[in-house]
């Protein structure tokens, strides 16, 4: 099934239009029982997941709640030491679009701050002292990267209310009730509800100022982001420093120029571009962004359409539309998303009755991490991921089918692939990331016939993928520094 989008330059809903309050009836979770404080000083939106402004419904609902009851609306983004996998990486990636963020907040009537915390023994309360003067807490709802049960402990504390809010995707996550267990049964759904998810909501800022006397008052030690030395502030920050900062640049110029040249000249011929590694321009690289929320996937959908007819936008909006929102369902309601449970039972059967077939080989951790495999495109892959933060699409899926037949067990082999690809990607932690590492394992699937090891999941052969897919350009660009220096001495085919 297509599916049909509706433009996005009809008159936009007011906010508060009953458009925006229906979307927000399916959108907004409370976290707690706790009473709204009616002699809080301000409506505090916590910042995690969704670090934009535009078509953010966590923002529109803070907004409406903060004129609602007449309170100046307070946006609080933080940042610390102790998640899962914290590196330069990531932290330059955040810091450079918060630096964006500050910038523009003022010339909208927002009241935008950005708090580092450097050490893991730093003052770790800064929500809950916000909290404390809030009328009520309003975050973003994100099943993965630590959010979902970050926000819950902080629900757990504080004296008010806390409401969590989706913009994960385009279609609210609480239009589908239940686990869908796979991209045809999503498919039709979305379908019959996109054009109605898609239409534009006109936003506007609270119409109450925060004072800066306010402000000042507020025992925070807010970080000025718009002129510190980003590089300096991540080298005092406790995290793990084998991880570097990459050349891909965080914050919404970055995403849209990225997006800008992708429709002109990405979307030309994609179906066919998208399964060629060698070719850079036939992908949008914009993963990252939409990870940390950074871009609209509004904007993209909008973009995509307008540069490109029907047939041409129609395979990226499929993977942007029914994958995407996928993943987010999976994630959302199936708490074993990042273990075997989360497998079918056909799954479950065929790992039971080969888990002791022989191996192709045996890898350690280490090994694969430093791409020391037998296999020029894994090594390829994994050079590229640690290099960049990103891996060509085609090349992931080899990446992580691979790993099923050179892990001990199947066991490790999905929890190594969630390591590696979660400390090194900048697209790590995502839904769609662990989406797409459990299809490798047979989510979404169907049962194939059976073979040694793969047993009734879907096999992928790297040595067939020599034939299959245009790997010369992208082994080229990712080979080893010995490699390219045997071929500069003409040693190398």
């Not at 692939?417 to 790590?428: E, S």
């Amino acid at each position: 099934m297509r599916l049909r989008l509706v433009a996005r330059h009809m008159t936009p809903h007011p906010l508060g239009s009953p458009f925006v309050r229906e979307q927000l009836a399916l959108r907004a979770t409370p976290l707690n029982e706790k009473r709204l404080q009616p002699d809080g000083e301000y409506i505090l939106y916590w910042m995690q997941a969704t670090q934009r402004f535009e078509d953010n419904w966590a923002l529109r609902y803070a907004t409406l709640e903060a004129d609602r009851i007449g309170k100046p609306l307070l946006i609080h983004h933080g940042l610390d030491p102790h998640y899962a996998h914290a590196s330069p990486r990531i932290h330059t990636f955040i810091m450079q679009g918060a630096r964006e963020l500050a910038a523009r907040a003022a010339t909208l009537g927002l009241t935008y701050r950005f708090a580092l915390r450097r050490r893991i023994a730093d003052d770790g309360r800064v929500v809950d002292r916000l909290a404390s003067r809030a009328c009520v807490v309003v975050t973003d709802l994100f099943p993965t990267a630590g959010i979902a049960e970050r926000s819950a402990r902080v629900a757990a504390r504080v004296n008010c209310r806390v409401v969590a809010v989706d913009s994960l995707g385009v279609v609210a996550a609480g239009s589908f009730h239940k686990e869908e267990y796979a991209a045809r049964t999503i498919r039709p759904k979305i379908a019959a509800l996109l054009d109605y998810s898609l239409q534009p909501v006109e936003d506007r800022p609270p119409s109450r100022a925060l004072p800066s006397s306010l402000l000042d008052s507020l025992d925070v030690a807010w970080l000025d982001i718009g002129s510190c030395d980003i590089r300096a502030e991540v080298a005092q920050c406790e995290i793990d420093r084998t991880v570097a900062e990459v050349e891909t640049r965080g914050g919404l110029a970055t995403a849209r120029a990225r997006l800008a040249a992708f429709a002109a000249s990405g979307l030309h011929d994609y179906a066919a571009r998208r399964r060629n590694p060698s070719d850079e321009g036939g992908s949008s690289h914009l993963s990252a962004h939409l990870h940390v929320g950074m871009i609209s996937p509004y904007e993209i959908v909008a973009a995509v359409r307008a540069a490109a007819s029907a047939e041409q936008s129609q395979a990226f909006l499929g993977e942007m539309l029914t994958w995407r929102e996928l993943s987010f369902n999976f994630c959302l309601r199936n708490q074993h998303y990042a273990s075997l449970a989360a497998l079918p039972d056909w799954v479950g059967r065929s790992m039971d009755a080969h888990a002791k077939d022989p191996r192709e080989a045996i890898y350690t951790l280490e090994e694969l991490e430093t791409a020391s495999t037998h296999d020029e495109i894994w090594n390829a892959g994994q050079r590229e991921l640690v290099q960049t933060g990103q891996m060509h699409n085609v090349v992931r899926m080899l990446w992580g089918k691979a790993v099923i037949t050179w892990a001990p067990t199947y066991a490790d082999a999905l929890a190594w692939l969630i390591h590696l690809n979660n400390k090194y990607g900048l697209d790590g932690r995502d839904a769609n990331s662990f989406a797409g590492i459990q299809w490798c394992f047979g989510k979404f699937d169907r049962p194939f016939p059976t073979r040694p090891v793969w047993g009734t999941i879907r096999p992928m052969s790297l040595q067939r993928a020599h034939q299959k897919y245009d790997m010369k350009g992208y082994l080229r660009r990712w080979a080893s520094t010995s490699e390219k220096q045997l071929e500069a001495f003409g040693g190398a085919t």
